[in-house]
């Protein structure tokens, strides 16, 4: 039988404590590398069912258990080798779901003002905030 | 209220495994997995400096707006996710607006080292005041 514990603070042997809230809260619920250059491959994850390619630099993460709701904390990170003449500047342009966050790549062309939505070999995004 | 007084957790199926009930009560969750495993605080103008940090061993400033961190303890894949943001502190410039952030094309991330890079709005590497930076993923 697994071990459980039931508490509201955990406390250091050195006496700096936390409470548990801090522990769930804080967790990241979702986090996932992934490269969207020709077929979607994901490098690694955790709870992520999968990631939809529904076009030029717009993916989907669809998570395995969704979130309590839309309000959610999102970061992102990326690059634009996927198109060798762009820089990516970020993601942009979410939509916001429970069981799912869509969202568009964009880059800038080489030394010149002109950002369109590219994909990219390399897309990493994290998520924070409470599970349903 | 109860209180948990330890300097370890460890699972007791699995050493690694310690799962959390969802704060909706639905769903568990691995609480290894959602901890980030490195995290940092630093100004990257001049004698870049950490203000603050977890599992940080040291920072580089490889070039203009490039910059290295290498972590105490290593992951144990180079397929962890790590994101970044970064600015000037000015609020009022191209600089600021558009940070560019990207990990390194030309320096793929190590399990212990990831290099990151900021850029303007024309795709230049510049260097950041600000910049933060979390890792998640699984460490070795």
């Not at chain 1, 630099?57 to 969704?66: L, P, R, V």
């Not at chain 2, 940080?56 to 290593?74: H, K, L, R």
């Amino acid at each position: 039988m697994a071990g459980k514990i039931i508490a509201d603070t955990i406390e250091t042997g050195a006496g700096a404590d936390i409470s548990t809230s801090y522990v769930v809260n804080g967790s990241a619920k979702a986090w996932a590398s992934w490269n969207g250059a020709g077929t979607l491959a994901v490098n690694d994850s955790l709870n992520l069912s999968s990631i939809s390619d529904l076009g030029t630099g717009n993916y989907q993460m669809n998570f395995s258990s969704s979130l309590n709701n839309d309000d959610y904390a999102y970061n992102f990170t990326g690059n634009g080798r996927a198109e060798s003449s762009r820089f990516l500047h970020s993601a942009m342009d979410y939509t916001v779901a429970t069981g799912s966050l869509q969202m568009y790549w964009s880059g800038s062309l080489n030394s010149s003002w002109g950002v369109a939505y590219c994909d990219t070999n390399a897309s990493l995004a994290v998520i924070h905030g409470d599970l349903a | 209220m109860s209180t948990v007084i330890t300097d370890n957790l460890t699972g007791k199926t699995a050493a690694g495994d310690i799962t959390i009930t969802s704060e909706g009560g639905a769903a568990t969750q691995s609480l290894q997995q959602g901890l980030a495993k490195f995290w940092i605080n630093m100004d990257g103008t001049g004698t870049i400096s950490t203000r603050d940090s977890l599992n940080t061993a040291s920072i580089t400033d490889s070039q203009t707006g490039v910059y290295q961190y290498n972590s105490t303890n290593p992951m144990s894949s180079d397929d962890y996710t790590c994101v970044y943001n970064a600015g000037n502190g000015s609020g009022n410039s191209d600089d600021s607006t558009n940070p560019g952030n990207s990990f390194s094309a030309s320096h793929p991330n190590t399990a212990s080292q990831a290099v990151m890079e900021t850029m303007n709005d024309v795709a230049t590497n510049i260097d950041r005041q600000y910049i933060g930076g979390t890792w998640h993923g699984d460490l070795a």
